[in-house]
């Protein structure tokens, strides 16, 4: 067993996550471990747990929190999320 390194619990189906950077992380679910390793948005704070938007190197959840941001390419930024094509 091991011990998730976010809420400390002794769980027999504890997992690793390896990152990159050769980091090696211990948790017991996949909310510690978002908790941990997931990116922030830098307008809402909310988690970035999906594939977010990046803006001159600044992380986003969504389109709009990048263009509500005040960066200067945010404006360009478009989210076709539920947009039918033609």
């Known amino acids: 067993m091991s011990t998730c390194e976010v809420c400390g ?7 690793e996550v390896r990152t990159t950077s050769g980091e090696v992380h211990v948790f017991d679910s996949f ?7 997931a990116p ?3 307008h809402c704070e909310c ?3 999906g594939h977010g938007v990046e803006v001159d ?3 986003f959840c969504c389109a709009h929190c990048a263009r509500s941001s005040g ?3 945010g404006e360009e ?4 999320v ?3 094509p033609g």
């Open 71 to 73: 960066s200067r390419h």
């Open 82 to 84: 539920g947009v039918r």
């Open 31 to 37: 909310e510690c471990a978002a908790h941990r390793l």
């Open 9 to 15: 619990n002794d769980y027999w189906m504890s997992f």
């Open 57 to 59: 190197g600044r992380f």
């Open 77 to 80: 930024v478009r989210d076709a």
């Open 47 to 49: 988690r970035i747990l």
């Open 40 to 42: 922030v948005c830098e």
